[in-house]
């Protein structure tokens, strides 16, 4: 009737986890729930912050829209200086569902943005074989300003953080467990890196500079695992092959893209003095993680370094740590002939770094650039979780005050980074009036405000004098308005030549221009110009002019 004694004993034993199986539910916790919340800020507000898109977004919106209607997604698409088709295409799919909506365009960025906090947990586990360093390493990139700004954001850059961190799980986890597998998704996925942004097209330097320490730490590298290389190389040649086909045999211009033109190796950029040149551009590219970060508002909030003060020591200090131990481990190997595998983790992480770091000091515009150098976020979120599980190791080998003193410490500093990350952009940089310029705020109320207008008002957008109305010949500046209200907005007409105006209506001009409203008002003399301030008494900035056809008067 009642239980034994024995029974008990062992219901007791079975409702009781163990220490390791209690850590790794509770990581498992902490890791969604981190992932929830770095979906959950991603995508708060994506129609308000930033303020407006920006032309080059609106563009990748405008190619996804064409793209839907012919049934034709290309594989690179060449307008606005080229851009490759993989991120288009997926804004293609968002929009289908969601039209051509802020959302639509931006959804995929912040789901990139949310996997690449997923990536970086499963890189660090996988390279320090320590939970505790993935979930820093990913806490700190999920409330990075860095990673949240480019997450909100409709550029195809997003997709390096994630393709990398996920390349390179899969080929360290197929290096311990020599499963070939692995090695296949290394490749498959490595591979569609060609296929996003340009800066990307440096990463096989990283696999480049690995092989070398591979072979001096493996034992007979090449000969155990050779067939485990060949299924990478398959895998990334697989998943490459048509963007190699249109770059190298069918349109081999598109490759060199706009890079040429602000590369340091051109004579128009380095006046005759390679070296002094890259040296002034590599280490204006350094500082800007701690001192001197990039000065446009669209990639940062300047004049400050792209990492706050507590996540840019920390990359500091898991920078130095790295170098120090790679040199100690080099001297083991040649002296010693020690084969220990984590040189090959430190020169992973110091490779991706400067290789991720020269699509940056490679060129000489816009200097320090946190665009072109988002590649490097996986290794600088890296070294900083290092940095910050030495903490968490020294506090569990200390008496019980001083790991509570250590921990504490931590979690504040921890708190205080993520809480300066969300205040900067969700309050400072969302009320600021530059950066709601640097997106061009204007373009996308004009659209907004179109949106809002009775079916009945004719409304009449003229972009340029020319009257052009091919969207694929129209100024980018026109694409957030054009994207926004195409399909959408009923008797809306771009002016050209042959246009016929009809009352009552308006008439926005995007550039707005003086004379040529008097003109319109010289036609139509009961016409007025009206000013619109879709912003309210909150925030200057974003305001335009429109002209107003009212409705012809009847006369008895």
């Known amino acids: 009737m009642f239980p034994t004694k024995k029974e008990m004993i062992q219901k007791n034993n079975m409702s009781v986890l163990s220490p390791s199986k209690r850590i790794r539910l509770s990581t498992i916790i902490s890791l969604v729930a981190l992932l929830i919340f770095a979906f959950f800020i991603r995508l708060y507000d994506i129609e308000h912050i930033p303020a407006g898109i920006y032309p080059d977004e609106a563009a990748n919106g405008v190619d996804a829209i064409h793209a839907l209607e012919t049934k034709t997604f290309e594989l690179f698409y060449p307008a606005n200086f080229g851009r490759e088709g993989f991120f288009i295409n997926l804004q293609a799919l968002s929009i289908a569902f969601f039209g051509n909506t802020i959302l639509g365009l931006k959804l995929w960025s912040a789901i990139f943005g949310t996997l690449s906090v997923?990536?970086?947990?499963?890189?660090?586990?996988?390279?320090?074989?320590?939970?505790?360093?993935?979930?820093?390493?990913?806490?700190?990139?999920?409330?990075?300003?860095?990673?949240?700004?480019?997450?909100?954001?409709?550029?195809?850059?997003?997709?390096?953080?994630?393709?990398?961190?996920?390349?390179?799980?899969?080929?360290?986890?197929?290096?311990?467990?020599?499963?070939?597998?692995?090695?296949?998704?290394?490749?498959?996925?490595?591979?569609?890196?060609?296929?996003?942004?340009?800066?990307?097209?440096?990463?096989?330097?990283?696999?480049?500079?690995?092989?070398?320490?591979?072979?001096?730490?493996?034992?007979?590298?090449?000969?155990?695992?050779?067939?485990?290389?060949?299924?990478?190389?398959?895998?990334?040649?697989?998943?490459?092959?048509?963007?190699?086909?249109?770059?190298?045999?069918?349109?081999?211009?598109?490759?060199?893209?706009?890079?040429?033109?602000?590369?340091?190796?051109?004579?128009?950029?380095?006046?005759?003095?390679?070296?002094?040149?890259?040296?002034?551009?590599?280490?204006?590219?350094?500082?800007?993680?701690?001192?001197?970060?990039?000065?446009?508002w669209r990639h940062n909030y300047p004049p400050y370094p792209i990492l706050d003060p507590i996540t840019g020591a920390l990359f500091i200090a898991g920078f130095l740590f790295i170098v120090s131990q790679t040199v100690i481990l080099f001297g083991r190997r040649f002296r010693d002939k020690d084969r220990d595998t984590r040189l090959v983790t430190n020169v992973f992480l110091l490779g991706i770094f400067f290789t991720m770091l020269v699509p940056e000091f490679l060129t000489d515009e816009g200097l320090p650039h946190a665009l072109r150098s988002i590649g490097t976020q996986t290794p600088v979120f890296l070294l900083a979780g290092l940095a910050a599980f030495w903490m968490v190791k020294k506090a569990f080998h200390s008496p019980w005050g001083t790991r509570i003193?250590?921990?504490?410490?931590?979690?504040?500093?921890?708190?205080?980074?993520?809480?300066?990350?969300?205040?900067?952009?969700?309050?400072?940089?969302?009320?600021?009036?530059?950066?709601?310029?640097?997106?061009?705020?204007?373009?996308?109320?004009?659209?907004?405000?179109?949106?809002?207008?009775?079916?009945?008002?004719?409304?009449?957008?003229?972009?340029?004098?020319?009257?052009?109305?091919?969207?694929?010949?129209?100024?980018?500046?026109?694409?957030?308005?054009?994207?926004?209200?195409?399909?959408?907005?009923?008797?809306?007409?771009?002016?050209?030549?042959?246009?016929?105006?009809?009352?009552?209506?308006?008439?926005?001009?995007?550039?707005?221009?003086?004379?040529?409203?008097?003109?319109?008002?010289?036609?139509?003399?009961?016409?007025?110009?009206?000013?619109?301030?879709?912003?309210?008494?909150?925030?200057?900035?974003?305001?335009?002019?429109?002209i107003v056809l009212p409705p012809i008067k009847n006369h008895p």
């Open 118 to 296: 997923l990536g970086i947990y499963l890189l660090g586990k996988e390279l320090f074989h320590r939970r505790g360093v993935g979930l820093l390493a990913a806490f700190m990139l999920a409330t990075s300003y860095w990673a949240i700004n480019f997450s909100r954001i409709g550029f195809r850059a997003i997709m390096t953080t994630f393709l990398l961190s996920f390349s390179f799980y899969f080929l360290f986890r197929g290096l311990r467990t020599k499963k070939p597998l692995y090695f296949l998704f290394a490749g498959l996925i490595f591979g569609l890196g060609l296929h996003t942004y340009i800066a990307f097209r440096v990463a096989p330097l990283i696999l480049i500079l690995l092989l070398p320490v591979l072979m001096l730490s493996y034992e007979c590298f090449l000969s155990r695992f050779w067939k485990h290389i060949a299924l990478f190389l398959f895998g990334a040649f697989l998943t490459a092959s048509p963007m190699l086909y249109h770059f190298f045999l069918s349109h081999p211009d598109d490759f060199a893209s706009r890079s040429s033109h602000i590369s340091v190796f051109s004579p128009q950029i380095n006046h005759g003095d390679l070296l002094g040149t890259l040296a002034k551009t590599f280490s204006i590219s350094l500082i800007k993680y701690n001192f001197f970060g990039d000065q446009n």
């Open 405 to 546: 003193i250590f921990l504490s410490f931590l979690a504040i500093a921890l708190g205080t980074s993520a809480l300066f990350n969300l205040t900067k952009y969700f309050v400072f940089f969302a009320k600021s009036e530059k950066a709601a310029a640097s997106f061009n705020e204007t373009y996308t109320n004009m659209g907004r405000y179109l949106l809002t207008l009775p079916a009945e008002t004719h409304k009449y957008l003229l972009i340029d004098k020319n009257g052009n109305t091919d969207r694929f010949h129209l100024p980018v500046f026109a694409h957030p308005t054009y994207f926004l209200t195409y399909g959408r907005v009923a008797n809306l007409e771009i002016i050209n030549q042959e246009t016929k105006f009809r009352q009552p209506g308006i008439i926005l001009m995007l550039h707005y221009d003086q004379t040529i409203a008097d003109q319109f008002k010289n036609f139509y003399p009961d016409a007025f110009t009206k000013h619109i301030d879709m912003n309210g008494p909150e925030r200057n900035g974003g305001d335009f002019d429109i």
